[in-house]
């Protein structure tokens, strides 16, 4: 079983669509959480951390499930720009700065 | 500022040679990653280094590959000799500590 696993995608949304991308993880320890967007042929970039309060910036929302080892990613009020992977990341313990990919999601907004 | 430099930006080479990546990272970041990407397997960790010490080379694929970092500022991946199978885009990120990794822009490899 892959320790990060995402749903491959992709999901194609138009503009202005609400839409949510859900990630597991195997591993009980792990310690933080975050989502990455990566455009095509382009570097990996932070999107947000993820809080097990659940937090927001602006049209995201990220949130966090301890108990089902779940993580989720809802982007309001879609926009071309959007369109790109999303990379759902997990730090799988306190002594280690390794971080653990997700294989992404591809986000495909059309007009 | 200047993010993470890496070099080159792509790499054709003939199965049998030896490749040498090579990374700069952001001057005071005191951990340096190496990852390797492909479609079928994604994002890779290959190895880390914490004050330019490896800390985890638990994902170098074989004894083909070694990576250095002799000092803050500079680091390097080599594959000897190279095989189709490492064609990917290898990313160098660095991070302060536990922090936000900042990714290069890559370097795509083709082996032939």
């Known amino acids: 079983r892959k320790e990060v696993e995402q749903d491959p995608g992709p999901f194609n949304v138009p503009e202005g669509a609400t839409v949510a991308f859900n990630c597991t993880y195997s591993?009980?320890?792990?310690?933080?959480f975050f989502w990455y967007r990566q455009d095509c042929r382009k570097e990996p970039k932070l999107l947000m951390s993820?809080?097990?309060s659940g937090n927001e910036d602006g049209r995201f929302t990220a949130q966090l499930n301890r108990a089902s080892q779940y993580i989720s990613l809802l982007i309001r009020d879609s926009k071309l720009s959007d369109s790109a992977t999303y990379l759902c990341?997990?730090?799988?313990?306190?002594?280690?700065?390794?971080?653990?990919f997700g294989t992404g999601t591809r986000l495909q907004v059309f007009p | 500022d200047a993010g993470v430099i890496q070099s080159p930006r792509h790499e054709v080479t003939e199965m049998g040679q030896e490749v040498t990546l090579r990374c700069k990272p952001i001057s005071g970041h005191n951990s340096l990653f190496w990852y390797r990407q492909t479609m079928m397997r994604g994002l890779e960790l290959l190895i880390y280094?914490?004050?330019?010490?490896?800390?985890?080379d638990s994902g170098m694929p074989e004894d083909r590959f070694s990576a250095k970092m002799p000092n803050a500022s500079f680091s390097t991946l080599k594959i000897q000799p190279s095989e189709p199978r490492d064609s990917a885009v290898y990313f160098c990120?660095?991070?302060?500590?536990?922090?936000?990794?900042?990714f290069g822009p890559g370097t795509r490899l083709t082996v032939t």
């Open positions: 591993n009980s320890a792990s310690q933080s």
């Open positions: 990120a660095s991070s302060l500590g536990a922090d936000e990794q900042y």
């Open positions: 280094f914490n004050n330019n010490v490896p800390i985890d």
């Open positions: 993820v809080y097990s």
């Open positions: 990341v997990v730090r799988p313990s306190y002594n280690t700065d390794k971080l653990i």
